[in-house]
């Protein structure tokens, strides 16, 4: 049996799905920094996120049920996650191991977007991570304002994805990617005054960034 | 009415942060962390700086080890463990531990070993002034906390 299996079968009432808390977001944060990882829960916290933080991407694959135990049934229904924030650099599995390894997965949990955060500035890695599927890339230290700001993109995109839903089905023939703008991607691009690098100075950033929503 | 002492003891706690601030001892961070102080989580800025205390101090005690070696050479080693306490650093807002610290991994990156000696005796009196300042903060901080509480003065019969 796995640690995995034995995880989820532990885990306590509340980390699963509350009717009441159908607008709160589910962010799982994954650091090997102790100091980062009290930051991050208390940025999510005072932000009315639900938290679960962790400290390694191998606990984060365990918590979300993917640590390659497919023999377990009990799958993806016991753990909703609306968010991923990783930092990139953590011994053993990096943050950008760990997003490789989240979309390379079932729709379910490709879906979950994730953002990295570093310390480091560097353009190489930045643009690594856009195009591995990351949603944002955060320099630490995250701030209030870089929180606020994901919250309302992510729960802007939930709402959206509904929509989008209904839209497909009625109109299956006029949507393509390039032709749908999402309102969210100039909000995203536009907030120049966080420490994302999703800002029109980078180039880089924005040729390699693919619309995902 | 609030005691004139918890009055006197806010305008202390101001002015010492003005000045950690116009040091660059602290920067902007160190007032994020505050941001996220309240009434639920009432001791969080005290909290994370000791866990950070905590911490720093295993890393620069590892630091001193490795340079203190006879025959060291991992230069990686250190820069991982410089690479923890710098992250750490910019996330209190210990600016000038931070950078130190930046100035420690260039001599690590170039295999200076009189270099990095140089740049963790800096280190080490830079985190220590940092930690004796923030103490101090936190001890004027628990007094206002007291002096506030009291209404009244006390009556002696």
Known sequence: MAGGEVLRQNLPEKLEESPSGANELHV??????????KVIERLLKISSCKVTVVESGTRALQYLGLDGDKKSSIGFDSVKVNLIMTDY????????????????????????????????????RIDRCLEEGAEDFLLKPVKLSDVRRLKDFIMRGEVK???????????????????MTHPCDSSLLSSLSSSSVLSPLSPST???????L | MLGLGADLLWADMNRL???????????????????????TSPNFVSEVVNIYFHESEKLLRNLRGLLMEKE????????????QLMGSSSSIGAKRVTNVCLAFRAATDHSNRSGCLRALEMLEHEYCYLKNKLHELFQIEQQRALAAGVRYPVQNN
């Open chain 1, 28 to 37: 799982l944060a994954v650091d090997d920094s102790l100091v980062d990882r």
């Open chain 2, 72 to 83: 060291f050479s991992d230069y990686k080693k250190m820069g991982i463990h410089l690479n």
């Open chain 1, 206 to 212: 924005l040729s390699s960034k693919k619309s995902r």
């Open chain 1, 161 to 179: 994805e509904g929509e989008k839903r209904c839209c497909k089905r009625s109109r299956s023939e006029d949507c393509s990617p390039s032709s």
């Open chain 2, 17 to 39: 942060l003005a000045f950690l601030f116009h040091q660059g001892v602290l920067d902007e961070q160190f007032l994020q962390l505050q941001q996220l102080q309240d009434e």
């Open chain 1, 89 to 124: 650099s953590m011994p053993g599995m990096t943050g950008y191991d760990l997003l490789k390894k989240i979309k390379q997965e079932s729709s379910v949990f490709r879906e979950i977007p994730v953002v990295i955060m570093s310390s480091e500035n560097i353009l190489t």
